[in-house]
């Protein structure tokens, strides 16, 4: 069960540190400290075209989901030190890493939970790592228990559950 949190763990955090990068990207390219979100995104579609303006504000649902970003009024501004992210030379952010950002279901189902009950990732993946060693039970499992026991709607996870536990799909 420990190399799955590992893995998990590993994944949450390689698509959150993508996450950063990107928007340390854009904060950096327009020098702003607060944009508006059709700013951010038309850097992202236009300006680089790497995404598509829809897949644009999916970066920025998911960055505000994770709390990587806040908004107040209609801007956006960065939750940490953007100018000390070091965004590599050559750096893209495209489809394909889009589609690795939406596809686990735990971070689909952490973020759902985030922002409808207001509860912070860090304590959220400690209670899906002690729920799911307590009850010897998959961490996907946990954070979907988690969710139902806190009165979020877990209806459109459960067959994509199913199939990671059985295999089958």
Known sequence: MENLHERLDGEANIMME???????FVFQKKG?????????????????????PGEGMKIIEYALQHHLLE??????????????????????????????LERGLIP???????????????????EVRRLSEEMNIYPEIAVLLLAKKNGVEIEE???EAWEL????G
């Not at 993508?18 to 340390?24: H, S, Y």
């Not at 940490?80 to 489809?95: A, R, T």
């Not at 689909?108 to 993946?125: D, H, S, T, W």
């Not at 536990?165 to 089958?168: F, L, Y």
């Open 157 to 159: 996870f459960i067959e």
């Open 18 to 24: 993508e996450a950063r990068k990107v928007i340390a």
């Open 108 to 126: 689909r189902v952490m973020g759902k939970i985030m922002k409808e009950k207001k509860v912070g990732e860090r304590n959220l993946r400690n």
């Open 71 to 100: 908004k107040e009024g209609d801007e956006i501004y960065p939750t940490f030190d953007y100018k000390s992210v070091e965004v590599p030379l050559g750096f893209k952010f495209d489809s394909k890493k889009m589609q690795e």
């Open 165 to 168: 536990i059985t295999g089958k």
């Open 32 to 52: 702003k400290e607060r944009m508006t979100e059709k700013e951010f995104y038309m850097v992202l579609s236009f300006e680089m075209g790497w995404l598509t």
